[in-house]
């Protein structure tokens, strides 16, 4: 069973950054398909960005291109996501899941072993 840990959220004030991790462990393979994605209060969860396992392909939601990026370290099993810029509207429980079904990046259903999730708020 694979296991994912988010970890790097924290408190922080509007054009800052942060560094998020998430680390994977368990399963037959250190390395997956991988998406971020995020949920505010209230609202439903979104896609904030995608990593292949070879790191060949990656895509973004348009909320966030030019100020995340995604990367991975497959020897350490863990992908990041570099967050600058932040805006308060990036204020969400950030959470990494494996994509394990064919189809649409940005469909939460086609993903499974969600991670806990990690706090970010972003303050004006």
């Known amino acids: 069973q694979v296991q994912l840990t988010e970890s790097g959220g924290g408190f922080v004030q509007a054009g800052g950054s942060l560094r998020l991790s998430c680390a994977a462990s368990?399963?037959?393979?250190?390395?997956?398909?991988l998406g971020w994605f995020r949920q505010a209060p209230g609202k439903e969860r979104e896609f904030v960005s995608f990593?292949?396992?070879?790191?060949?392909?990656?895509d973004y939601a348009d909320s966030v291109k030019g100020r995340f990026t995604i990367s991975r370290d497959n020897a350490k099993s863990t992908v990041y996501l570099q967050m600058n810029s932040l805006e308060p509207e990036d204020t969400a429980v950030y959470l990494c899941?494996?994509?394990?079904?064919?189809?649409?990046?940005?469909?939460?259903?086609?993903?499974?072993?969600w991670g806990q999730g990690t706090q970010v708020t972003v303050s004006s």
């Open positions: 899941a494996v994509k394990v079904r064919i189809g649409t990046l940005v469909d939460v259903s086609r993903y499974a072993y």
């Open positions: 368990g399963g037959t393979s250190n390395t997956y398909s």
């Open positions: 990593i292949s396992r070879s790191g060949d392909n990656i």
